[in-house]
């Protein structure tokens, strides 16, 4: 009588066995911007290589998706040349060489009256366009270009703002359970 309740079990762990298993790895991108505008426009572009990242390097032929959670923006110097209280834009992503306003950029998030002191913090969250542009990029070079812009209010900008994008990874083991 025990003999088919058996064999459902070892059947039952034989197609566990078949299932591949699949990793979420979180890691960050930190990065600082350095805006020196000379006047109320702003860009400042800072060059990302997903491979520069363990999480990356070590998944990188697994890979299944990569997305952002968010990113969070924090103003981490005020330089004393600076005249601006405020900056509104965007945060962008794009293809290294790509020209600006391309068809290869995406919008991470917009930035509205951010104010410019020491400590202050934006946080955007990520999106699905975001998350389709890092998974291609890291299926060809793995680089790629983050960019803030906008205007500033108040006048001239001189200082750095710290970007942390929250990563996360999802990889094939290609283990077994």
Not at 123 to 140: H, T
Request: aromatic residues 4%.
């Amino acid at each position: 009588m025990r003999l088919p309740r058996n064999r459902n079990i070892l059947a039952s762990l034989g197609l566990l066995a078949l299932i591949a298993c699949s990793i979420n790895v979180s890691f960050d991108i930190n990065k600082d911007f350095v805006a020196d505008a000379t006047g109320t426009s702003l860009e400042t572009i800072v060059t990302v290589n997903l491979s520069d990242y363990q999480a990356v390097k070590d998944n990188k032929d697994k890979l299944e998706g990569l997305s952002i959670g968010a990113a969070d923006l924090t103003i981490t110097e005020v330089r004393s040349t600076n005249k601006a209280t405020s900056v509104s834009g965007t945060a962008e992503l794009r293809a290294v060489g790509s020209s600006p306003g391309g068809t290869g950029n995406v919008v991470l998030g917009t930035i509205t009256n951010f104010e410019i002191r020491q400590g202050a913090t934006l946080k955007i969250p990520g999106n699905k366009d975001v998350d389709a542009f890092l998974l291609r990029q890291i299926k060809s070079t793995g680089t790629f270009e983050a960019v803030i812009k906008g205007t500033t209010t108040g006048g001239e900008a001189h200082v750095t703002i710290n970007a942390k994008l929250h990563m996360d990874l999802l990889a094939n083991t290609g283990g077994v359970f």
